[in-house]
């Protein structure tokens, strides 16, 4: 049988103040423990909303020897973000010539720059007079109205390019400047007129126009 081991009342006091401050820091790094605990479990931030995820019309089908580009034939109803209201901020205006075929950018009365276009097909064509921009979308997305699906294309090989400048809405459809995909880059050289009302561009025409305007910027189109 053992007796216990006497302890002097001073030796007693500092065993006593230790345990205390190991109880102490121990409860301090339980709290910081479940508050790690509690911060994996917060459910993720929601990832940044990408400016592309939207639909667009004014494009038919490509050449059936490039499948990988092929769209639903008939204008599309896009899911465009909500046009923007914005004051014009500066001077500048895009102007379509539907005659010669070419879109150009003015500042004032300096010509900035100028590109040839595809244009709308006699049965579906480009509408003309005094618009403003509506909206500009990174990687537009094609849908169309007849069967309402999406194409899963997108960016510089998509039916609508990689931008997409839209300028006037109906009931039905709506009428943007877009870019091209390569299985489409004639009708833009040859000056075309083969679309269902939407203003075609090479892409790297249509990211220069994209880059220089705005929302609010006046679009003329005229004959």
């Known amino acids: 049988m053992f007796a216990p081991i006497p302890v002097a009342s001073s030796q007693l006091r500092l065993a006593t103040r230790s345990a ?21 479990t917060l459910p993720p931030l929601p990832a940044p ?17 490039n499948p990988s580009t092929t769209s639903p034939a008939g204008a599309g109803i896009p899911s465009l973000p909500a046009p923007a209201t ?16 070419t879109i150009s950018l003015y ?5 900035l720059g100028s590109w040839p276009v595809a244009i709308g097909d006699p049965a579906t064509p480009t509408p003309t007079g005094s618009f403003k921009i509506r909206n500009k979308v990174i ?11 999406n194409n899963p ?21 709506q009428y943007g400047i877009h870019g091209t995909p390569p299985a489409w880059a004639w009708a833009v050289n040859t000056r075309a007129a083969v ?15 994209f880059d220089q305007v705005e929302v609010g910027t006046l679009v003329v189109v005229k004959n």
């Not at 995820?53 to 059936?64: E, H, K, L, V």
Request: hydrophobic share 40%; with cysteine; proline share 7%.
């Open 86 to 101: 914005a004051a014009i901020t500066s001077s500048r205006r895009i102007l379509l010539e539907l005659g010669r075929r």
């Open 153 to 173: 294309t997108i960016g510089p090989n998509g039916p609508l390019g990689d931008r997409w400048i839209g300028f006037h809405t109906t009931a039905k459809d």
């Open 49 to 65: 909303v990408a400016t592309g995820a939207a639909t667009a019309t004014g494009i038919p089908g490509p050449p059936t020897t």
């Open 20 to 40: 205390v401050l190991i109880l102490s820091w121990g409860a301090m790094l339980g709290l910081a423990g479940a508050a790690a605990s509690a911060l994996d």
């Open 107 to 111: 500042d004032g009365d300096k010509k």
């Open 195 to 209: 679309s269902h009302g939407c203003v075609r561009m090479l892409n790297p025409h249509v990211q220069a126009l």
């Open 139 to 149: 990687n537009p997305q094609y849908q169309s109205t007849k069967s309402g699906k």
